[in-house]
Each structure stands twice: as structure tokens, then as C-alpha cells.
């Protein structure tokens, strides 16, 4: 297959290519002269998909590292490192913001790019890295003494292809693949045909070791469903971060996209008009509604379930979002296990989180109501001591069923509404794993539990604030968004 | 404990004692008598409790066995046997009942007592059986032969005990303790207390070889919680129809005694008051009520409740109520077990009947209703060619969940009760295991399913025929009676 037609169109172009390159090396430049001005012993180098030449149009990120003499004391590094980034930022009327990776780095936003500038050891001469930034240096050059010329288009399609169905991104939030990961998959399989073509035929747990370290074996890796040594450190796995989820759905998209490639009923146009559509974005349906429109089409999709579906939402207090998302999913998936261990049954759960302010929690239950009373078993009838025990403390109200002496009791929580509402407080939130971070926000009187309809009903106020980069609209169509997805399951990778 | 208080009351008077002895020496001999006169070899003899002399005041069952030679053919022993039978009955103007053991016998209603006339063997000089009915001679003699004197009172007071808790009787219904093992018991411990004494620690699996004929270890006793080896056949288990469900209630029921018995907080009076009421039947509140107020009462119980109780009605076939039983239990626990499986949720079940006319499946649900949609499963994503042939079937609606290819569907059965009115058809009664007898009449028309609460309020047209002994009202609330024993398990056992 000729990709031409997609490359096109996520190739930069020579405009594109011209302006990132002189930003980079404006950026570059005026850190090594200001080093040189005040007399530090660093030198700026780009890194990343801009070093690597990589990247899709118009996502391009920006790396530039300072590297530090590899004998420099760390907090040296940290001080001058963030000093300079910020007067590069002023030098060039940015807008900045700091991050914190292994050190603190700034984030930059320069001639409308997003630009990263971090600190880092020197590590020429074959080095060990000293701290964990160093590395993207050693995948900089890995790649760019072994991709080959006709491979970057092979990378970018296969950036592209992951980014559309939603498998592209190591963050937490995602999962899915590095960019780092997609080049070395690039490495191993030769294009992005291939790639796919391999990915169809991947088992629970893939193993791939470019330089035959002999470590891919490693008890350490055994619960990782994609196994890739790193090139530039054999006891590590570039798919660490990667979820099985997104493994699999990278594993379906495979399979979906190579069922229309391989479709001899289709005509070389519709074989390309449909292949065209792996490539794009998830064109839904309801792009062009109000948001309140949308969350009626929502909310009768809810209705026809025949469920019960419970929102809780809450602020989140300041914190990394990489640090947040574990935490949220711990949460959520602790309340519905223990909402399933009260005898009522979650269909479906799922979280929403703006990263800054607040956190969304959304439960679908297929049985949220039952009989007042249980069963309380005791112990063994044929145990006369511990039965003679359980009469003490229970009385008259025993009686055997089966081999247990049991009492029917009433049940504390009649519908799994008035559990979560128990649940969550202060005293009791014991019960649930909970992120140690939003403990205290998830039991305070912030806290808000509110069937979907009271929810959605009520859009306005419940997104009546901004975050640094999204109004109060985009955050609900946002939600409303996730919802969709969640209405909707592996609506991304088929098309 | 001097229990002279109680058996007082339970012992047989002269002038009932006299009066049994006439009816069945009346009996024996005109069977006698007519053999004679007919040339027919055989011989009537009593056997059973009044054989034995440990019947309880008021419950005389006469049985009068008519022994034929022990080479008679089957075909002769039956014919004759019940041909004497009815000429007894006409003799004393009786009513009778044909019935079936391992041959035909005859029920009849002679002076107010309940006469036996059983045709079966001569195995005078120690011969084996030859049909089952004959080992009640040898029951008999046994008991004749080691039954001391004052042993005869512990026999009646723990057959009484066994009667009050509700223990009493081998017949499948009640699947509790036969007469024979109550007095096998009393050969075993003794005394009535100590028999309690002993029954308060059974374990899971008692075993009982009064004659020690090694075989009570043997592998097919192995399921049966009590195995007390009948100590005339070495292969047979006297507890073999008792239920694991009475085999505890009487445990449970001997530590409840025990414990009142014990107790040194009651003086004397008291104590003798609570003991006898373990000898009493249980009063239950609602006797003095109509069967209105008691359905009401009953309703209200079910409402506190907050489940949803359904009622399946349906007539029956002629046949016996020992094979009536085991098909009525299997198949409303198979319903409840696929109700199960459907994921809604019996809290508990029973079954009534007037082993005549009609059955009653109470099927008591603590989830009944659930969303409209569930999730099917296909195979893992690891397994490349199942995937495939399961996208060939469902298309486009499958997606990746954890490690599988599934899909949502609809759920065929939102409520428990329409799934039971599915599985009632004829084309899919297949889907549950029902009793052979039962089948037709359960997946007919004239099988009615309704909610507790449609029943009750409609208890004269759903009670308004009679059977042999019982008329619709007595009925009716023999219907209402067991529901209160549903809604209060472990009643009888405790006082």
C-alpha cells in the first residue's frame, strides 16, 4: 500500500520543518551564550522527535536539554539548570511553566511552540546515566544512528495510526505507546505495515530484545504484556508504562485495519477512503451539538439501559497528573468492588478528571436496590463451642440452614446509593483503597454523589469554572465526551 | 429429670391400650379366620408400635402384616394378600385406601384408628427378605427382643420430643428420624436425655454399628450425615432418609433442651414449664385468626421484606407422596438455581403441597429485576483464529474488555419472573431439571404464576376445592401455615 495520501498530510512540511528548526536553534543559542556570558560549564542540545525528525505536523514538542558536566553536584544542576530556562522564557516572551520529572524542568510556550527545557548530565564518552532525564539523550541517539532515512515516514504513520485510535501516549491517563516505543517498533518490524501485521498475531505477553541482551526473560517483566529491552538499557522495558488495555485495543485496531487493507471486495478507492479513516480522528456524531443536546442523547442512552448510573464529583488538591490518575483509578475501582461485595452489581465504571480542579467518578450499577434483610452465617453447626459462642452473643433469633447456624439480618445498606454515601465518610472511608491525595477532598462536604440525570440536568452549574487551558464548555463537552466513550466501548479502534 | 409429668400425658391409658389391642386382635383373627375358611396358607400378625408397645397416646398406627410361605410367588402373596385385606375392611365396615410399598397394601379406617393390612413373607427360622416390607418383622422382633421395660417411657418421650420439633417421621416431606431409629436410639443411649446429651455433639458424620458389624464405615453410607447400620442387615442404614436439614434441626433442637434443662437460673416450676413445651406443638400466634387476617399478617411480612415473592401453581398426577416429594423439591430448586444463573438473586425457596391435587412453588427473590443490557463474553484476543470467527458472527458491535473479545447484548430476561415464564413453556421447560410426573402440568394452562400478593387476596378461588382428609379451608390455611414457617425458620426447634 501506497501511504502517500496520509503522508501528506502528517509529513511537515519544509515551512513547518523550517520554522521548528530555527525556534530550536534561537532557543539553543541563547542558552549556550548565556552560559558562556556567566561562566557555567553546560551546553543546550535539542532532543526528542524535533532531534530525531519525527514528529507530526503541527505536534511538534520541542526538547532541549542542558547538559551539565557529568561530575556536577545535582543541586548545581537544578538551580542553574531552571535559571537559565527561565530567562530563555523571558528572552523570548514565553509563557512558562514548571514541571517535575526526576528534577524540576520548565515547559515553555515560544513562537506559538511548546518547548521543554530541562537539565541534564553530559553522559559523551559511554556514561551511565545519573538521573532518570538522561535517557531520552540515549533514545535520541539510538535512534538516530539506526532509523533509516524511509523509516521516519514508516514512525509517523504509526504515530499517526496509534494517536487515531487512541493507543498513542505513555502517560497514565493513557497507557499506551511512547513515541520512543513506536520507533524501536519501527526497528524490529521494518514499517508500519509490518508493524500492525506482527501486532495482529501478539500474544498476553510479547517479548522483543533488538540487541539480544538475553535479559527479555527477566521475572521483573513477567506481568508486562509487551516486553521491549531498551537499546540503551538492557534492565528495562521501553513498554513498561503500557496497560494491557491498550495493548489490546493496539492488538484489535491491528486486526480491524489489516480486515479492510486485506478486503478484496473493496475497489481501491473505498479501500482508501476507509484506511483513510484510521488515520483521522474520531469523527462523532454529536460534534456539531450543544453540549445540552448532547447530554439528553446521553441521558437516553442511560434511560434505555435500565440502570442505575451515580456521579460523584470532588475537588482535587495541586498534584502531578501522572501521581492523580493512579490514585483515581484505585479509587473508583475499590468502591465498585466493595459495591459489588454488598451483593449489588456495577455494570460499568469509569472516571473524568480536568487534571486541575476536579475529578468526576461515574457508576453505572446493573443492581443498585435489594431485600432488607440477609443471611448472616455463623459458624459450623457441628463446632458445639463456637455455636454455644454465637447463641451467646445472637440468642433466639438463630437457627441452622444447611450446616451453618445463620440469622436473618437487616441489611445496612438497602441500595448501593446509601452504601457509597456511608462509604465516604470520614470514619468509614477505611473501607475503600483511596488515594492518600484525594482522601481528604473525597469525605469533606465538597463531595457531591448524584444520580446522571441530576447530573447532567444540571451542566452549568456543575462546570462553572475554567482551567489554565479550557473554558467551562470545553471541560463539559469534555465530560460529555468521556461519557460518550463510555456509552460507547471500542468505538476508537474500528471504523 | 423426672419426666413423669410429660408422660403422663403422652402413655397410652388401659382404656386406650385395651382398646387398640381389641381392634387389632379383631382384625388378626378374622383375617385368620378367613384364611382358614379359604385354604389359604397365611398367617396375620400385628406388628410395628403396638407390636412393640411404644406408640404415643392418640397415635395407634395398627399394622397387621399377613405373612404368606416364604416360597410363595409374588403374583399369589399380592392377590391374595389384598383380596384378605378388603375382606377385613368390609368386615369392619372401614374406609380404605389403597396404597404402595414395594407391593400393594391396603389404609383402612377401622373403630377411629388407622389400620395397615400389609401382605408380606414368613421368615420365621431366620431367612432373608424377600421384599421390603418385610423387614418391619424383623424391625419388630428386634425391638421385642432388646427393648427393656422402662425403656419403653425414653422411647416415648423422644418420639414425642422429635414430633414437637419437628424430626419426626422418615417420609420424604419431612425426611426426619423413622420410628425403628428412635428406638434404636434409645437402645444405643439409654435414656431420652442421654440420647440429647449425645445428639448435641454429633458431628457431620455419625456412625452407629450396635451389632458391630464392621460395615458402617462402608463407601456408600458416605453421604448420609447419620449411619446407624440397622442391626438386622449389615448393608443397611436405618437414617438412610434422613435429611442432613432435620438430622440438624434435632441437633440444634437437643442444645436448645439441654440448655433449659442446664440452666440453674430457673427455679424448678419454671424449668418444668419450659421443658414441656418442648413436647407441645408449637402455638403459633395466628391460630385463633381467620385466614384473612392471617393471610394479611403474612402479607405484611412480605412487604417488610421489600423482595419480591412469586407463587407458581400447578395440579398433579395420581401418584405417591413419596414420589411426589423428591420431584417437586428438584425441580424448584433447579428453577431457583437457573435464577440464579440468569444473575437475579432467590433469597429462598420452598415448596407446598396437599400431596392430592395441587402444588405451590414460593420462590422468594432478592434481586428481580436488573439493567437491560450484559456483557457476552467471546474468546481471549490471544487467540487470533476465534477472534475472527467470533467478528464473523457479531461484527461490528464487539470490543476488547480486560483480556477478551465481548459485546453488550440485550438481556433476554430483565425480570425473574419473566425468565420463569419462558422456562415454563413446553419447548424450553428443558432448561431446568423437573420431576418426570410434574412436567406436563407445569408447563400447562392450568399452571398459574402470580406475585404472593395476587395469591393471598385471591385465597377462597385458589383454595376452593377439597381433598380426601382436608377440607378447602383447612387446606388454605395448612397453605398459610407453611408460609408462616417460611417467614420463621427454625420456629419448631426452639420454645
Not at 485495543?249 to 485495519?257: E, G, K, L, T
Not at 441521558?299 to 475537588?315: A, G, H, N
Request: glycine share 4%.
Amino acid at each position: 500500500m501506497n501511504y502517500e495520501f496520509i503522508l501528506g498530510n502528517i509529513r511537515p512540511n519544509q515551512e513547518e520543518i523550517d520554522a521548528v528548526i530555527e525556534t530550536t536553534r534561537n532557543v539553543i543559542e541563547f542558552i549556550n551564550r548565556t552560559c558562556e556570558e556567566e561562566g557555567i560549564d553546560a551546553e543546550a542540545n535539542a532532543v526528542g522527535s524535533v532531534a530525531k525528525g519525527t514528529w507530526l505536523s503541527g505536534k511538534s514538542d520541542i526538547d532541549v536539554f542542558i547538559s551539565f558536566p557529568y561530575e556536577s553536584e545535582m543541586d548545581y544542576l537544578k538551580e542553574k539548570g531552571l535559571d537559565l530556562a527561565y530567562k530563555t522564557n523571558d528572552e523570548f516572551k514565553g509563557k512558562a511553566n514548571e514541571h517535575y520529572a526526576s528534577h524540576p524542568y520548565l515547559t515553555c510556550d515560544i513562537d506559538g511552540f511548546e518547548i521543554d527545557i530541562v537539565p541534564c548530565y553530559d553522559l559523551s564518552g559511554g556514561k551511565p546515566i545519573k538521573s532518570a532525564v538522561d535517557r531520552t539523550i540515549l533514545h535520541t541517539e539510538y535512534i538516530q544512528d539506526n532509523l533509516k532515512e524511509e523509516q521516519i515516514d514508516e514512525v509517523l504513520l504509526l504515530k499517526r495510526f496509534m494517536d487515531a485510535v487512541g493507543t498513542y501516549g505513555s502517560e497514565f491517563k493513557t497507557g499506551g505507546f511512547a513515541g520512543y516505543l513506536c520507533e524501536l517498533l519501527i526497528l524490529k518490524y521494518g514499517t508500519f505495515e509490518d508493524t500492525l501485521r506482527a501486532a495482529q498475531n501478539w500474544k498476553r505477553h510479547t517479548l522483543i530484545d533488538l540487541e539480544d541482551f538475553g535479559t527479555v526473560g527477566n521475572a521483573i517483566f513477567k506481568q508486562d504484556p509487551l516486553v521491549f529491552i531498551d537499546p540503551t538499557d538492557e534492565n528495562r522495558n521501553v513498554g513498561a508504562a503500557l496497560r494491557l488495555e491498550r495493548y489490546v485495543d493496539f492488538i484489535v485496531a491491528s486486526r480491524n485495519f489489516l480486515d479492510v487493507l486485506d478486503n478484496d471486495d473493496l475497489d481501491d478507492y473505498e479501500r482508501q477512503e476507509k484506511i483513510l479513516e484510521f488515520f483521522n480522528p474520531l469523527l462523532k456524531e454529536h460534534l456539531d451539538k450543544s453540549k445540552e443536546e448532547i447530554a439528553k442523547d446521553i441521558l437516553e442512552s442511560f434511560k434505555d439501559r435500565e440502570t442505575q448510573t451515580l456521579v460523584i464529583k470532588f475537588p482535587i488538591p495541586i498534584m502531578s497528573a501522572d501521581a492523580l490518575h493512579p490514585q483515581l483509578l484505585k479509587t473508583v475501582s475499590s468502591i465498585c468492588e466493595k459495591i459489588d461485595m454488598e451483593e449489588f452489581s456495577v455494570f460499568k465504571y469509569d472516571y473524568w478528571t480536568d487534571e486541575e480542579k476536579f475529578v468526576i467518578f461515574t457508576i453505572e450499577l446493573n443492581v443498585f436496590k435489594q431485600g432488607k434483610y440477609y443471611i448472616h452465617k455463623g459458624p459450623k453447626v457441628w463446632t458445639k463451642k463456637a455455636c454455644d459462642n454465637f447463641k451467646a452473643k445472637w440468642g433466639d433469633a438463630l437457627y441452622p440452614l444447611d450446616e451453618f447456624m445463620v440469622l436473618t439480618r437487616e441489611r445496612q445498606f438497602k441500595t448501593a446509593k446509601d452504601f457509597i454515601i456511608h462509604t465516604l465518610q470520614e470514619e468509614n472511608i477505611h473501607i475503600i483503597k483511596v488515594g492518600k491525595n484525594i482522601k481528604e477532598a473525597i469525605c469533606s462536604d465538597d463531595c457531591i454523589l448524584l444520580e446522571i440525570d441530576e447530573f447532567l440536568n444540571d451542566l452549568d452549574d456543575q462546570f462553572n469554572y475554567n482551567i489554565s487551558n479550557k473554558t467551562s464548555e470545553e471541560l463539559a463537552r469534555d465530560y460529555l465526551n468521556s461519557l460518550d466513550d463510555f456509552l460507547n466501548p471500542g468505538q476508537y479502534i474500528k471504523r
